[in-house]
Structure formats: C-alpha cells, structure tokens
C-alpha cells in the first residue's frame, strides 16, 4: 500500500563509485520530484519530470542524472561520488493540475552516504 | 533573499498545550501554495496541512490549523493538545505559480513535546 517508495533506504559506497536510487509511485500522479536534505536538514529541489518529461533541472552537477522511464518511476543516477554528495534523497510525487492544492507526498528518504 | 523564513529553531510545549510555529514567506506571485510537512526522528516526510493563497478560510486538519494572515505574509502552524508523538522537525513550504513547480522549504523548527 506504499504510496511513494524509493530503494535502497541506505546506501554506503566508497567516493569514485556510481550508484543509482529508484523512486515508485501507486498514486497514479503524473510528476515526480528528487529533493537533497544536507546535513543541516535543509530540503532542496533537485529535480522534477512530468509524465516523463523534464521540466526542473536546478543547477545540480551533471554527475546527477535522472531517469523517468514512465510517469509511476523516476531514478536518480550519480556518478563519480563525492564526499559531499553525502545526504539524504527524497523522491516526491504530486498530480499535476492547474490549481495551486498540488500537494507532494514524499517518499521515505535514501541516505547516502559517501566514505 | 529567503522566500520562506522559520525563526524558530526550536520550539519546547508540555503535553496538552497549543504550540504555533512560526512561517512567514516572500512572493510576488498571486497564485502560490503554503504546506507544512513534519519530519519525525525516523526520517520521513509527511504532509500535514495545506493553504492556498486564494482560500478564504484558514485551513485545518484534525489538531492542526494553519493561521494565514496574507497581508503579513505569514502561514503559521497552529497544532492544539500537544501530543508526545508531535516531537519531530516541521517545515513550513510554498509552491509558487502553477502546478508543477518545486516546494520551496524553510529551515525547519524543532518541537520537542514534554510530558
């Protein structure tokens, strides 16, 4: 019955390494979110697809690559990890309208950590 | 400049006691969403209430209010009948324009609930 689930819920690798974290959906929403909390709790929008499509890309590095392979997943690719890519990643889902009640449900969070 | 502000880094009510924490945001936007979401200890993050900017009323949820004054730009949570299980991070948000735009959070405030 998990709304927005994301995989794995912890993951340590080494800097260097790439390593990718899914993002599922059952709320039959068409657009999706990737936000970074830092250490300090802040919440940061990465990225966000709609059906899809792109339509966020904030000035992340381009190690970070996202993947919607349709409108239920969204995955976050990152490549060559760095020490401060340690945080936790949210994948966030809504449903597009015109009006502003598009409320986001989160997913559980992906803390990375980077050694 | 911050378009969300919380001044309140943290915030200490006895059980059964009203606590308001404090929001206040920066648009120029007409058509913008204000949210709070809780985060728990466990890490997750979890809606808790909505207001849009053209609503008349203040929104409420269960113990949760939200007292929007939209001359002073403030959206502050109101929860009554603190709980124990209330203990947790709150994040005060806002989406700007239409559907499909990022929430943008404020730095979070600590409450911490005391029996």
Known sequence: DTAVSQTPKYLVTQMGNDKSIKCEQNLGHDTMYWYKQDSKKFLKIMFSYNNKELIINETVPNRFSPKSPDKAHLNLHINSLELGDS??????????????????Y???????TVL | ??????????????????VTLDCTYDTSDPSYGLFWY?????GEMIFLI????????????????????????????????S??????MYFCAMREGQAGTALIFGKGTTLSVSS
């Open chain 2, 38 to 42: 809780k985060q728990p200890s466990s």
């Open chain 2, 83 to 88: 709980q124990l299980g209330d203990s947790a």
């Open chain 1, 106 to 112: 989160f997913g559980p969070g992906t803390r990375l």
């Open chain 2, 50 to 81: 909505y207001q849009g900017s053209y609503d008349q009323q203040n929104a409420t949820e269960g113990r949760y209010s939200l007292n929007f004054q939209k001359a002073r730009k403030s959206a502050n949570l109101v929860i009554s009948a």
């Open chain 2, 1 to 18: 400049a911050q378009k969300i502000t919380q001044t309140q880094p943290g915030m200490f009510v006895q059980e059964k006691e009203a």
């Open chain 1, 87 to 104: 945080a936790v990643y949210f994948c966030a889902s809504s449903q597009m309208r015109l009006a502003a009640t598009d409320t986001q």
